[in-house]
């Protein structure tokens, strides 16, 4: 089993910034990537960004040049620095663990203001 935990989530005003925490914890060695998901109001959850055990990193087209992910191996932290935010960007955002199943975070509100 693997305990993910999303922090960092809030109010900001568009152009502005936020960043984003993941903690990891149980079975951690399971874990072969880590994501940022986000559910937008009335959409269905998308993916942001993704980092995997290699550090291979990918981004959604709409996170591209804003946003960056990284990871800090001995705190089994992910995080994602989110740069001129958009009211676009309002949202639920999740943290998952990616391996032989995903686990999901709770997930945490960033609402950009206009």
């Known amino acids: 089993q693997v305990q993910v935990q999303e922090s960092g989530g809030g109010l900001v005003q568009a152009g502005g910034s936020q960043r984003l925490s993941c903690v990891a914890s149980g079975s951690i060695f399971s874990i072969l990537a880590m994501g940022w998901y986000r559910r937008a109001p009335g959409k269905q959850r998308e993916l942001v960004a993704t980092?995997?055990?290699?550090?291979?990193?990918s981004y959604a087209d709409s996170a591209k040049g804003r946003f960056t992910i990284t990871e800090d191996n001995a705190k089994n932290t992910v995080y994602l620095q989110m740069n001129s935010l958009k009211p676009e960007d309002t949202g639920v955002y999740y943290c998952?663990?990616?391996?032989?199943?995903?686990?999901w975070g709770q997930g945490t509100q960033v609402t950009v203001s206009s």
């Open positions: 980092i995997t055990r290699d550090g291979i990193i």
């Open positions: 998952a663990a990616m391996g032989e199943r995903t686990y």
